[in-house]
């Protein structure tokens, strides 16, 4: 009869075992649902909208009164460069800054953590949903941009760069890469930040000090090594792929200006300066799990 009881017992254990692994969501599903909240949130929020009509404003209206709708797609890219390494670093902090807190102030990073979802996909699911929102509003402006282009400019700039010397929508599309992974590399530190920081206002106050880091810090801190002899002739290049804003800088000037020009001085190393933004990525993310985490 014990027996008899104890089988019951166990099998009642097991259905109610199975029971409960079917209603929990799987990790996949749950790492949608994470990155579906976040597009909603983004499609949500208004200041959202306005950052990113605020950044098509500036981009084209610097296109439009530098001439590059005419000019060409090269012109229009150098124009847009120094501007964009203001801007970019704000509308993408913006969009990260306080992503995990919000999540951490209303409880959901507690409810999260009650089902099969480590910090890593928690992170991951985050910054995908905020990631997408923000290459959309830096994309489009630039794209909007090149097809004006496209339109209204000289039947030179129509033609695809199959030699040196020659303007190319090819150039323009890769600036606009280069540009939003620039964008996302500054999203994953703001969401850093925020992973990090349990008040809206140490958000804010850390994203400025970040932002002032990344505008002009890491670039005097390169100078710096430079005028004291800790960085030599040989090295500066590779050194500029320490500052996100150099490694971009560099990747853009490397791959459009002097591609087109087809001769000039060496500005940065490409590959130094990629696995530079890479590693500010993924060690900014990296930074974010562990946040969470504890």
Same mark, same amino acid.
């Not at 790492?31 to 994470?34: Q, R, V």
């Given at each position: ?21 079917l ?7 749950l790492?949608?649902?994470?990155v579906?909240?976040?597009l909603?949130? *983004?499609?949500?929020?208004?200041t ?12 084209l209206? =610097?296109?439009? =009164? ?9 012109p ?5 460069l ?23 102030q ?6 999260l953590?009650?089902y ?6 928690i992170?991951l699911? *985050?910054?995908? $949903? ?6 959309l #509003?830096?994309a &489009?402006?630039?794209?909007v941009?090149?097809?004006? &282009? ?13 030699h ?10 890769r600036?606009l890469?280069?540009? *939003? ?6 999203? #994953? ?14 958000a ?6 970040a932002?002032v880091?990344?505008?002009? $810090? ?23 792929? &320490?500052s996100?804003?150099s ?9 459009? *200006?002097?591609?087109a020009? $087809?001769? $000039? ?9 990629l696995?530079?933004?890479? #590693? ?15």
């Open positions: 009869m014990s027996s008899h009881a104890e089988t019951e017992a166990e099998t009642e254990t097991d259905g109610e075992a199975a029971s409960s692994h209603r929990t969501p799987g990790t996949t599903r790492l949608g649902t994470i579906g909240r976040e909603r949130t *983004v499609a949500r929020t208004h959202f909208y306005l950052l990113a009509a605020a950044f098509a404003a500036v981009v209206g =610097i296109t439009w =009164i530098g001439g590059g709708y005419t000019a060409g797609y090269l229009t890219a150098v124009d847009l120094t501007p964009l390494e203001l801007l970019v670093p704000i509308v993408a902090v913006a969009f990260g800054y306080r992503a995990i807190l919000a999540d951490d209303r409880g959901e990073i507690e409810v953590e009650t099969p979802v480590s910090p890593r996909e992170v699911g *985050v910054y995908a $949903g905020r990631a997408a929102g923000l290459a #509003a830096v &489009i402006p630039l794209a941009a090149a097809i004006a &282009i496209a339109v209204t400019g000289d039947d030179a700039v129509a033609i695809y760069a199959t040196a010397g020659a303007d190319s929508p090819v150039l323009f599309a600036f890469v280069l540009t *939003v992974l620039f964008a996302l590399v500054v999203l #994953a530190v703001a969401i850093a930040i925020s992973s990090l920081v349990s008040a809206t206002r140490s804010l106050g850390l994203s400025v000090v932002l880091a990344l505008l002009v $810090g890491f670039d005097l801190a390169i100078v710096y090594g430079l005028a004291e002899g800790l960085i030599g002739d040989a090295t500066l290049l590779h050194s500029l792929a &320490i996100p804003l490694a971009y800088r560099g990747l853009v000037l490397e791959t459009t *200006v002097v591609v020009a $087809g001769t $000039g001085p060496q500005v940065a190393s490409p590959l130094a300066s696995a530079g933004l890479v #590693a500010w990525m993924v060690g900014s993310l990296a930074v974010a799990v562990w946040g969470v985490r504890r």
